[in-house]
């Protein structure tokens, strides 16, 4: 008699219940019963209380911020992360693997970390700090110090998910049509980006996310001063230390919210064009 040996998902009935009953209490307890935290008590004072703890002109200004850093942030780390990737994936060079290493350096990097080295390289008795001051540049306590230290925490998402997936596409496409007359900038354009749309995507994503919930390395630079430096996160932390509760958790809500809707946004984008997506990944 001919035995065939089980694949690992061919298990009993057991295993897969404890799997799956693992993953949803995890799921209940760390995820969903946080999220139903904050919104409960945001709204535990009721809608308008709320409205108008998010419509005072510290939580606009640091909303305004908040979505200021992500429009300047963004872009740049698609510009980057294309680069990068296109890089990487598609040419040999001396360095590859250093670039590589510090590409995924901030994520072994604290973001506190990371602040603390603009205030050293920028602030005031930093290595830059007199040239600064006698040309009148503020970059910690200001604007461009959050700009960098956004920067430095985010800009791995988009080229971390382009990578692997140029690797994986190789460079025949790319090679045939160079080989027909196209140049390198329409190469990319009619070539290259249409095979990676769907990663970028979810590479934009994930960095909008990152930048709008980022605390630690904005909270060094910016100088915690309300109504100019204070981002969402920041402006939560302030009013809960003031022990204003439903401005600080209406805050916190708003700001979950807006992560919740790039997670159904991503969902919405897999239901639709689930196809078209796995047969990128495929080739």
């Given at each position: 008699?001919?035995?065939?040996?089980?694949?690992?998902?061919?298990?009993?009935?057991?295993?897969?219940?404890?799997?799956?009953?693992?993953?949803?209490?995890?799921i209940?307890?760390?995820?969903?019963?946080?999220?139903?935290?904050?919104?409960?008590n945001?709204?535990?004072?009721?809608?308008?209380?709320?409205?108008?703890?998010?419509?005072?002109?510290?939580?606009?200004?640091?909303?305004?911020?908040?979505?200021?850093?992500?429009?300047?942030?963004?872009?740049?780390?698609?510009v980057?992360?294309?680069a990068?990737?296109?890089a990487?994936?598609?040419?040999?060079?001396r360095?590859?693997?250093?670039?590589?290493a510090l590409?995924d350096?901030?994520f072994?990097v604290?973001?506190?970390?990371?602040?603390?080295?603009?205030?050293?390289?920028f602030?005031?008795?930093?290595?830059?700090?007199?040239?600064?001051?006698?040309?009148?540049?503020?970059?910690?306590?200001?604007?461009?110090?959050?700009?960098?230290a956004?920067?430095?925490?985010?800009?791995?998402f988009?080229?971390?998910?382009?990578?692997?997936?140029?690797?994986?596409?190789?460079?025949?496409?790319?090679?045939?049509?160079?080989?027909?007359?196209?140049?390198?900038?329409?190469?990319?354009?009619?070539?290259?980006l249409?095979?990676?749309?769907?990663?970028?995507?979810?590479?934009?994503?994930?960095?909008?996310?990152?930048?709008?919930?980022?605390f630690?390395a904005?909270?060094?630079?910016?100088?915690?001063?309300?109504?100019?430096?204070?981002?969402?996160?920041?402006?939560?932390?302030?009013l809960y230390?003031?022990?204003?509760?439903?401005?600080?958790?209406?805050?916190a809500?708003?700001?979950?919210?807006?992560?919740?809707?790039?997670?159904v946004?991503?969902?919405?984008?897999?239901?639709?064009?689930?196809d078209?997506i796995?047969?990128?990944?495929?080739?």
């Open positions: 008699m001919t035995r065939y040996a089980r694949t690992p998902t061919e298990g009993g009935t057991a295993p897969r219940l404890l799997l799956i009953g693992t993953a949803i209490v995890f209940v307890l760390f995820l969903l019963l946080p999220l139903l935290t904050v919104f409960s945001a709204l535990e004072s009721g809608v308008p209380a709320a409205l108008a703890a998010i419509g005072t002109p510290d939580a606009l200004a640091a909303i305004r911020l908040t979505l200021l850093v992500a429009a300047i942030t963004v872009p740049v780390n698609i980057f992360g294309l990068a990737s296109w990487v994936a598609k040419h040999d060079f360095g590859k693997s250093l670039l590589t590409i350096l901030p072994s604290s973001p506190v970390v990371a602040g603390l080295a603009f205030v050293l390289i602030g005031l008795q930093g290595w830059f700090g007199p040239w600064l001051r006698a040309h009148d540049i503020r970059i910690i306590f200001a604007l461009p110090g959050i700009l960098l956004t920067l430095f925490v985010s800009f791995p988009v080229a971390r998910e382009l990578i692997p997936l140029m690797a994986d596409q190789g460079r025949d496409e790319e090679e045939a049509a160079i080989s027909l007359g196209a140049s390198g900038l329409a190469t990319f354009l009619r070539v290259t249409p095979n990676i749309k769907w990663g970028l995507l979810y590479g934009v994503l994930l960095c909008n996310a990152r930048i709008m919930g980022e630690g904005v909270s060094v630079v910016s100088g915690h001063i309300r109504g100019l430096t204070d981002t969402m996160p920041l402006h939560v932390e302030v230390n003031d022990y204003d509760f439903v401005g600080a958790f209406a805050v809500a708003l700001l979950a919210l807006l992560a919740v809707v790039t997670l946004f991503k969902s919405l984008l897999e239901w639709r064009y689930g078209e796995a047969a990128t990944h495929r080739h």
